[in-house]
């Protein structure tokens, strides 16, 4: 609401529910719900707080923030334009308050997002500041609850926003590993990059009441499904139908609830003894840091003779997405030996987007996962292009557990648009099917090494690359939007999908300079699609470089790594950058 509203448009409100005129004061003091028609509506994350936490308890955690704009995104506007208009209408500096409170005298960590603020978006901010409230959680063995309201991961700041779904998840898997509880909240909307990580891979999810969430946004669905969709679909009951959250519970009883679960897992329970906390180390410097996990050289793109030549983005993409160009089964043809598919989630699919098995690489033993789309367009139905399902992301689940149990490590090939955007997909728990895969990844006792081979489409994609090291073919893209959604949000029209292409840093060198990806695989000087077998020559030679020193390493170092690998994006991306500079 501007300054020059009239008077009496800061008196009363209209209900987006029932249309309703309500008196704003009344509404205030029904926290914002309709009396009407029982309209939940958007609360700002001051206020949230306010009616969720015992008077006087509140100590907002420091909001420090790491540099804003890591890939000097531009679309019609600025980015760093875009950011300040956020802070001016909100008066917050990110999309996110975090705060340590007690809720019916039990503490916890609570960090909650706004969606006033660029639609409660993930950037590397929002990350970092969310990374360091649950690592406040740990400090003070206390329960972390997180509160959200998303869109999804921030496009502006590309493939590093899909970074925080990682950093974050591993942050949790941290509170799991010591027993602290996690609980996330879901409010109104929660979309995309936080619904497939932190909003669903904690150990109980509440939905507020009239709460819509999913991986796959409304639009999206109706567009690639070309149909209605089913009455109540995403909202809060429904999820609670499908099994997707604990339970459906109204504002005026958030608080209520919220205490009475602290108080049944807190320290003082039965046969639990308290204690005290544990002393976290500070992170080492940045440098110090990138230097234990990857050489120098590594983070930085080959240069002078013999480099790969700097091509368009959108030439990329398209290359990227070339029917001709080597699939999961075509390198496990090629690259590996003696491979046994294994198939099913257990749970009562198996998704055709996902190939997996054990096989031999160089006469080691493996466990290779991998997107499968296809060469002809009814291999590409028949793998739903590659597009994989709940079941599917279950699948790799099942497969990566079984290799840490087996000692095997894992190798996995991703190339996906994107996970399904469809309606069964969503009922089956897409989000937290995603989100499960991410986090367990970041506590996998083994070897991981992945390699983006065609499209890294957003959270399908990183579902299958948490890893030790990630390789990337030299025409591959890995991205956290394709450049037509992109286009189609930030810009005019779709039209400008090779504008966005550029903006959002997603090929090979522009992904090593930014340290999200640690090498790149040179493919043959025409593209891989021309030579299959020379392609899959060299991606068997970096295969066996990347993987045999991660051999040696003993799985609690691999795993530790693995954490600061991902740790880094977050509050050091600054240094990442002027590094690579
Ligand atoms: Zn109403």
Redesign the pocket.
């Known amino acids: 609401m501007t300054a020059t509203a009239p008077r009496e448009e800061r008196l009363w409100s209209r209900?987006a529910?029932?249309a309703?005129l309500l008196y704003r004061k009344r509404l205030r003091r029904n926290l914002d719900v309709?009396p009407?028609?029982?309209?939940h509506a958007r609360l700002a994350a001051p206020e949230r707080l306010r009616q969720l936490v015992d008077p006087g308890s509140l100590r907002p955690l420091p909001a420090q923030l790491p540099e804003a704009d890591p890939i000097d995104f531009v679309d019609v506007l600025p980015y760093p334009h875009r950011l300040s208009a956020a802070r001016a209408s909100t008066g917050l500096a990110e999309a996110v308050v975090c705060a340590t409170a007690t809720i019916g005298g039990h503490p916890a960590v609570l960090a909650v997002m706004d969606f006033r603020f660029l639609g409660g978006s993930l950037g590397c901010a929002v990350g970092e500041l969310i990374t360091r409230a649950a690592e406040r959680a740990l400090d003070d063995r206390i329960p972390l609850i997180l509160i959200t309201a998303s869109g999804g991961a921030r496009m502006q700041e590309g493939a590093l926003s899909l970074m925080q779904m990682a950093t974050i998840s591993q942050a949790i898997a941290a509170l799991r590993e010591a027993g602290l509880l996690t609980v996330s909240v879901l409010t109104d909307p929660t979309y995309g990059g936080v619904a497939a990580s932190f909003a669903t891979n904690t150990d109980l999810v509440l939905a507020e009441s009239g709460a819509r969430m999913g991986f796959a946004g409304p639009r999206v669905i109706r567009q690639v499904t070309g149909r209605a969709l089913p009455e109540g679909f995403q909202s809060a009951d429904v999820l609670l139908r499908h099994g997707q959250v604990d339970m459906v519970v109204q504002r005026r009883s958030l608080r209520g609830r919220l205490g009475a679960l602290l108080a049944a897992t807190g320290p003082a329970r039965a046969g639990r003894p308290a204690r005290p906390p544990v002393p976290r180390q500070e992170p080492a410097p940045l440098r110090e840091r990138l230097a234990e996990v990857a050489p120098a050289a590594a983070v930085t793109p080959p240069t002078g003779p013999g480099a790969p030549a700097v091509r368009d983005a959108w030439d990329t993409v398209r290359m990227a997405r070339h029917p001709g160009r080597p699939t999961t089964l075509d390198y496990l043809d090629l690259v590996f030996d003696g491979f046994v598919e294994l198939h099913g989630d257990r749970l009562g699919g198996d998704c055709p987007a996902i190939v997996g098995g054990v096989a031999r690489l160089a006469d080691r033993h493996v466990m290779v996962i991998g997107h499968q789309k296809g060469h002809t367009t009814a291999e590409l139905v028949a793998r739903n292009f590659g597009m994989a399902s709940p079941a599917g992301h279950r699948k790799a689940l099942r497969l990566m557990r079984l290799a840490a149990r087996l000692g095997l490590p894992v190798v996995t090939l991703v190339d996906t648009p994107g996970a399904d955007p469809g309606v069964s997909a969503e009922e089956q728990g897409q989000a937290a099917a995603i989100a499960e895969n991410i986090l367990t990844l970041t506590v996998l006792p083994t070897p991981v090494l992945a390699v983006i081979t065609g499209e890294g489409g957003s959270g399908g994609a990183l579902a299958l690359a948490v890893a030790d090291r990630v390789l990337m073919l030299e025409n591959a893209v890995y991205s956290v939007i394709s450049p037509e959604g992109c286009a189609a949000i930030l810009w005019p029209d779709r039209s400008a999908a090779p504008q966005a292409a550029r903006a959002l840093r997603l090929t090979a060198p522009d992904l090593c300079r930014l340290g999200v990806v640690d090498e790149i695989v040179p493919e043959p000087p025409t593209a891989a699609h021309d030579d299959p077998a020379e392609t899959a020559h060299r991606l068997r030679a970096a295969l066996l470089t990347n993987l045999l020193p991660l051999l040696d390493v003993p799985p609690a170092m691999l795993v530790r790594l693995r954490r600061q690998r991902f740790r880094r994006f977050g509050s050091a991306r600054a240094g990442v950058r002027a590094g690579a500079r």
């Open positions: 209900c529910g029932c309703s309709c009407e028609c029982g309209e």
